[in-house]
């Protein structure tokens, strides 16, 4: 995994222009189903190299939404990484 959005996602799209690999997918393209924006954990490179925090929770308005997931193996993962589940920015 990589960053997860959770299900107190509300649908602002604040987030999904931030990504600079465009990894994030709204409601209508989640392959899950579920009616909540997503993150694709092989393209989410936890922003290395392009920002110090992950921009998608930097830009979320709502509180603890998106949080660490597990690390995916291949994929870059950030310095600033907690354990998963953990919000990335409280
Ligand atoms: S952490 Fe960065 S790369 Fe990953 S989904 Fe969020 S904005 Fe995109
Ligand atoms: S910014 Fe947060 S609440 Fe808004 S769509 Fe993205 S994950 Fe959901």
């Known amino acids: 995994m990589s960053v997860i959005i959770t299900d107190t996602c509300i649908n602002c799209a604040a987030c999904i222009d931030e ?5 994030i997918v709204d409601e209508d393209d989640n392959p899950t189903g579920e009616e909540i924006y997503y993150v694709y954990a092989d393209k989410c490179v936890e922003c ?6 992950p921009a998608c929770a930097e830009a979320c308005p709502t509180e603890g939404c998106i949080v660490w997931g597990e690390p995916t193996e ?3 993962h950030s310095e600033t990484r907690q354990s998963s589940g953990t919000p990335v920015i409280d």
Do not use: L
């Open 74 to 76: 291949g994929m870059p």
């Open 19 to 23: 990504c600079p690999v465009q990894a």
């Open 48 to 53: 290395v190299t392009y920002h110090d925090v």
